[in-house]
């Protein structure tokens, strides 16, 4: 992929190319701002769905920027889409709402990806956004999963139909994920006595997941903090 970084000391990566160290300032993504899309396929309103895409997503930027990288985080409910989608999905134009989707994700650095669950799987929305998806849309990007339910009956759908679903589209999905059902926002922030941690202390250590894989699979180039670096000869023969 255009633009993919590629780690110092591969075999594709010549000695030297970074500097004396692989970890020289200059092969760091720290200096490059972090831009985070929240994509969630809530229909109701108030929709836990779109809560759980907000809060991973604030979560991840919080995790970010506690590791000093400056991150912005986009929202966005594909609900108001659902004409756009449907019309591109029977091969009908791409409308200019639906592209703007299409490339905030694919210039996204770390995608948190919510649906509710409908018929023990994600719902027809999310599915029909995902197969109007140019190919490579996703390749490469880290993506956060995240799913919403009545009941906890449907805890593993984000292992059992979105994770084969990102792999295939070959992003790179984090290892945890998060699963919420009515119950969790009700008690997310108060102590449980339930075998499950509460839903903020997930919501917390996936962001911070998604925080590192943006750090260990860069989208774009690392910043090369050398790139404006004048020669001091060059700056002296100036003043002459």
Do not use: C, N
């Amino acid at each position: 992929m255009p633009g993919t970084a590629v780690a110092a000391g591969s075999p594709d990566v010549p000695a030297g190319e970074y500097g004396e160290s692989v970890d020289a300032y200059d092969h760091t993504q720290m200096g490059r701002f972090a831009h985070l899309v929240a994509l969630h396929a809530g229909i109701g309103t108030p929709s836990t769905s779109a809560m759980l895409a907000e809060r991973l997503g604030e979560a991840t930027r919080a995790a970010l920027e506690k590791d000093s990288r400056v991150a912005s985080l986009k929202v966005i409910a594909l609900r108001p889409l659902v004409t756009d989608i449907a019309s591109a999905s029977v091969g009908g134009a791409v409308s200019p709402e639906l592209q703007a989707v299409i490339d905030d994700l694919a210039a996204a650095d770390g995608v948190i990806a919510v649906t509710p669950v409908f018929q023990s799987s994600y719902t027809g929305l999310f599915k029909s956004f995902i197969d109007v998806l140019p190919d490579g849309t996703l390749r490469g990007a880290p993506v956060l999963m995240g799913a919403t339910a009545g009941t906890a009956r449907h805890s593993l759908v984000t292992e059992m139909a979105m994770r084969p679903l990102f792999a295939y589209l070959k992003a790179i999905p984090t290892s945890l994920a998060v699963f919420a059902a009515s119950e969790d926002f009700g008690a997310s922030w108060a102590d449980s006595d339930s075998h499950t941690a509460p839903l903020a202390e997930r919501i917390e250590r996936a962001g911070g997941e998604l925080a590192q894989y943006v750090e260990r699979f860069p989208r774009q180039a690392p910043v090369d903090a050398m790139s404006d670096f004048t020669p001091l000869g060059d700056l002296l023969k100036r003043r002459h």
